[in-house]
């Protein structure tokens, strides 16, 4: 190494080196860790299928059945979640809305939409019209480069591929 390209290289401190291998370590604990919280989710929901098919046979309750399935898509939800945060590293809150918006209708359906308090129905109400206009209005949906690639129509794509040549 030349004294000229000694000079312009940058020194970094021991401990900057510490913090990244201490941040890569804890990186691969919680993507071990995401790992182990799918694999849950599949034998939770392999164990929903099996019950419902089995009560299915026995007695055929709709209210259980629906209440089942519901709780299928909010795991199923659940698993995107976690792929979303293996693939960038990140919280996706739409996802979590979403996840929140199905567990409060399960709920709703549960109990029963006329044996609940009107006060309460209201205020459950009021949740879910925030909610959903935070996912409207609120800006939080990720349009990361594959996402906007996957929504643009093919003509428009194709147009970008010509101006490109």
């Known amino acids: 190494m030349t004294e000229k390209e000694y000079q312009n290289k940058k020194i970094v401190p021991f401990y900057f ?5 201490v941040r890569r370590y804890v990186e691969l604990i919680m993507d071990v860790i995401i790992v182990c919280l799918i694999v849950v989710i599949f034998v939770l929901i392999s164990k929903t299928i099996f019950l419902m098919a089995r009560s299915l046979i026995d007695e055929t ?22 792929i979303i945060y293996l693939e960038h590293h990140r919280v996706a809150i739409d996802t979590m809305v979403e996840i929140v918006i199905v567990s409060i209708l399960r709920e709703i359906l549960l109990k029963g939409i006329l044996h609940i308090e009107p006060i309460l129905l209201a205020g459950v109400s009021l949740i879910i019209v925030v909610l959903g206009m935070l996912l409207r209005w609120g800006n939080i949906r990720y349009e990361g480069p594959e996402l906007i690639s996957i929504k643009e129509s093919f003509f428009k794509r194709k147009q970008k591929e010509e101006r490109k040549e």
């Open 61 to 82: 309750n709709i209210t259980y059945i629906i209440s089942e399935i519901m709780f299928i898509f909010i795991l199923m939800e659940t698993t995107r979640l976690l």
């Open 17 to 21: 080196w510490i913090h990244d291998l």
